[in-house]
C-alpha cells in the first residue's frame, strides 16, 4: 500500500491550495483518510480527516472555516482544499490511512491509529 501525498507549494498569506492524497494498492472504501502536519520543531498535528464510507469529518478549530477536506470515492482520492492560508500552516503535510477491522465511521485523531503514512508534501505560506 503506497499513499501520494501531493500538491503543496509555496503561497502568499490569504491564498490557497489544494492537497491531493491518492492510494495504490487498496481501496479506501471503508477507511478513514487523514491530514496531519508537521511544523519545524514541534510535534506531528492531526488536521482533518474523513471516513470515505460515511463523509463523516473532523477538523482542529484552527482550520475550520478555511480547510475542507473530501473524497472522490471514484478515484480512491482524499481531497484536502486549503483557503485564507495563514503562515502558521507552514509544515509538512501528511496523509494518513486508518484501515479498521471493519469499517471506519469515526475520525480519530491520535496518530497511532493510523497504518499508513504518505511521504508528505510541504506547504509554505509567506507573510
Known amino acids: 500500500v503506497q499513499l501520494q501525498a501531493s500538491g503543496g507549494g509555496l503561497v502568499q498569506a490569504g491564498g490557497s491550495l489544494r492537497l491531493s492524497c491518492a492510494a495504490s494498492g487498496r481501496t479506501f472504501s471503508k477507511d478513514c483518510i487523514s491530514w496531519f502536519r508537521q511544523a519545524p520543531g514541534k510535534e506531528r498535528e492531526f488536521v482533518t480527516g474523513i471516513s470515505f464510507y460515511t463523509g463523516n469529518t473532523s477538523y482542529i478549530d484552527s482550520v475550520k472555516g478555511r480547510f475542507t477536506i473530501s473524497r472522490d470515492n471514484a478515484k480512491d482520492t482524499v481531497y484536502l482544499q486549503m483557503n485564507s492560508l495563514k503562515p502558521e500552516d507552514t509544515a509538512v503535510y501528511y496523509c494518513?490511512?486508518?484501515?479498521?477491522?471493519?469499517?471506519?465511521?469515526?475520525?480519530?485523531?491520535?496518530?497511532?491509529?493510523?497504518?499508513?503514512w504518505g511521504q508528505g508534501t510541504q506547504v509554505t505560506v509567506s507573510s
Open positions: 494518513a490511512d486508518d484501515i479498521p477491522i471493519w469499517r471506519c465511521d469515526y475520525v480519530l485523531r491520535e496518530r497511532n491509529r493510523y497504518d499508513y
